[in-house]
């Protein structure tokens, strides 16, 4: 199949800034560029329509992205604690997806949506994880996730220190200090 041309009505992160035309493959096209509003065919009409626009859909575009410059300076160093458990050597049992972040980031007071968190892969052990939060395609912030089996954990990996479990000394019990001491008390 013979790929689409298409104009861009926003900046689209590896593709091109608003205005351009791009060839595209006729999926992405169908499946997000098109019913994301991110792009329209590049027809005579479009063509014209989008030139005649051109400013407006600039200032728009401004207007959103100085709104979304606002809101990053106010969660600058945001970093949301999501409690898994996990095993011994830190591995997950499961994995942190972006559905997990972008809840945690609406409990922390940053409203955003799944397909805003850009997590290349998703986080499958403890510790502490930067991921990208695009809030307007120019405007990307980093939110830190903080991955702990408990929230001392938690406080732990926020301080920089060392999460692996300490062992705790056994108690003894009083019939086996009993036995201690007869063992040792026997002549050899």
């Known amino acids: 199949m013979a790929n689409v041309e298409l104009i861009l009505l926003q900046r689209v992160e ?4 608003m205005g351009e035309v791009v060839k595209v493959k006729p999926g992405y096209a169908r499946n997000f560029l098109l019913p994301e509003a991110k792009a329209v065919r590049a027809t005579k009409q479009n063509r014209e329509r989008f030139e005649r626009e051109r400013v407006q859909l600039e ?23 999501l409690i898994r458990q996990a095993s011994e050597a830190g591995s997950l049992y499961g994995s942190v997806s972006a559905r997990d972040i972008t809840v945690a980031c609406v409990e922390a007071g940053l409203t955003i949506e799944r397909s805003q968190v850009r997590l290349g892969h ?3 052990s403890l510790g502490l994880s930067s991921v990208r939060v695009a809030l307007h395609p120019e405007v990307v912030i980093p939110v830190t ?13 926020m301080r920089g220190e060392a999460i692996t479990r300490d062992e705790e000394p ?3 019990t009083d019939s086996e200090a009993e036995l201690d001491v007869a063992v040792s008390a026997e002549p050899e």
């Open 14 to 17: 590896h593709l091109g800034q």
């Open 59 to 81: 200032a728009q575009n401004l207007k959103r992205r100085e709104e979304a410059e606002l809101i990053a300076e106010r969660v600058h160093g945001l970093t949301v604690t």
């Open 122 to 124: 998703p986080i499958k």
């Open 145 to 157: 996730v903080n991955v702990a089996r408990t929230v001392e954990e938690a406080e732990k990996q």
């Open 170 to 172: 056994e108690e003894v």
